[in-house]
């Protein structure tokens, strides 16, 4: 039985591992929770899976909690400290990262201080601070499995091989909602538009990014800290139909890829229970049914973003952390119409134009470069002609 803690257990990712947990009882015990604000879906997740502790962002959710689950055995803890608590609490193996965005970094380095292995969905912390998270989970005997459906498809694909013999890794990207419009619609994009992910049905923020490239930009910063590997080395492909999860390429020229169809559940049971496979009762791929898989370029004019992932790589130390906190700041502003979809790529730009970077040494150097950025990516939101 492994003991396990999910960050994040309100969203897709932590709702799909509890179904994962449900489907395999005998094999998991879920011993904390946190979650944002969703009091009642929490409230729901204590009743069926009976952590011992759980934590919410606000002290007034945490009150709203407390009244409902009095008579439960469980701790409920409140804000930031409150989540990092859980993340850091004895008696589990394994943590589910799955928050969303840069409030996931310091509950996530808990857990690994702490000795804990993670099944990585929360992107966000690996860029901005990927190369502290690696030396210390290397210095607390700590593996970090992708949960993101390409990064374990690259971490399957490397399974059994030497990484000297790896020529470059290939992450399929499938474009996101916006891949067919030109650049005179992408103008006029609304939220709900951006929102229609053709493949996967994921979180707001990721779906945005998915339909702005930034999710491929983040994923190669992601796959650098991941695999150790130089951007330089990192190529990426559109793939409309989500089949093809990702490639390794070896230097003989041989391909390796893995495949399925778009569901997070096979990426996430196999960070569970790695090395082993879990025997869910998912429909199978059928390749006749398919019947063609298409690949394109990544267009640069039209989505932006994907290079600016490049770019924060090949500045080095804060920009990825300056990068994403920009780019969390514009996404939250078009998602409540405060910036229009094309400008998401001007504002992030324009924050990395202006950071000043500087080596990351520690935590604060990666949480000072995040509360800059966003200072600094809400003022130019602000000044955007309305
Ligand atoms: N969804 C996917 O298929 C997918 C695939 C690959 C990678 N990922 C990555 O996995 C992460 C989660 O994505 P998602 O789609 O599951 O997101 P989501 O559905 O929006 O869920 C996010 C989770 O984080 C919690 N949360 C939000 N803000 C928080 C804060 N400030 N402090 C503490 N908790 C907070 C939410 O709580 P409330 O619900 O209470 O607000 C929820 O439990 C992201 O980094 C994403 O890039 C997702």
Avoid at 86 to 102: D, K, Q, R, T
Avoid at 126 to 141: C, W
């Amino acid at each position: 039985m492994k003991s396990i803690i999910i960050l994040g257990s309100t969203g897709s990712i932590g709702t799909n591992t509890l179904d994962i947990v449900q489907r395999f009882p005998e094999e998991f015990r879920v011993v904390g929770l946190t979650a944002g604000g969703n009091v009642d879906k929490l409230e729901a997740q204590i009743r069926s899976f009976k952590p011992k502790a759980v934590a919410v962002s606000t002290e007034s959710s945490a009150a709203t909690l407390r009244t409902r689950c009095a008579g439960l055995p469980v701790e409920i803890l409140a804000g930031e400290d409150g989540i990092t608590q859980v993340a850091a609490m004895p008696g589990a193996e394994l943590v589910i990262s799955a928050i969303v965005g840069a409030a996931g970094l310091v509950p996530t380095l808990a857990a690994i201080r702490t000795g804990k292995h993670i099944a990585l969905a929360n992107k966000e912390p690996m860029v901005m601070a990927g190369k502290l998270m690696q030396d210390e989970a290397h210095k607390h005997g700590v593996r970090i499995f992708p949960v993101d459906s390409e990064h374990s498809a690259i971490f399957q694909s490397l399974e059994g091989h030497r990484l000297e013999d790896v020529r470059r890794l290939i992450l399929t990207a499938s474009g996101g909602a916006l891949w067919t419009l030109t650049k005179e619609q992408l103008h006029s994009v609304t939220p709900e538009r951006a929102l229609q992910h053709p493949n996967w049905k994921m979180g707001s923020k990721i779906t945005i990014d998915s339909a702005t490239l930034m999710n491929k930009g983040l994923e190669v910063v992601e796959a650098r800290w991941l695999f150790g590997i130089s951007e330089s080395r990192i190529d990426v492909l559109v793939h409309r139909e989500s089949i093809i999860h990702s490639l390794v390429e070896y230097e003989d020229r041989s391909m390796i890829a893995q495949l399925g169809l778009p569901d997070m559940r096979t990426p996430i049971s196999y960070a569970m229970r790695y090395p082993e496979r879990m025997p869910l009762d998912l429909p199978s791929l059928d390749l006749t049914e398919v019947g063609k898989l298409t690949f394109a370029k990544p267009d640069h004019d039209r989505f932006p973003c994907l290079n600016l992932g490049y770019e924060s790589l090949r500045v080095g130390g804060t920009m990825p952390a300056a990068m994403n906190a920009a780019n969390e700041v514009a996404v939250e502003a078009f998602l409540n119409g405060g910036v229009r979809f094309i400008e998401i790529a001007d504002v992030i730009r324009s924050t990395m134009e202006a950071h000043a970077q500087r080596e990351i040494a520690g935590l604060d150097d990666a949480l000072e470069a995040d509360r800059w950025a966003r200072e600094k990516a809400e003022s130019l939101v602000h000044a955007l002609p309305r």
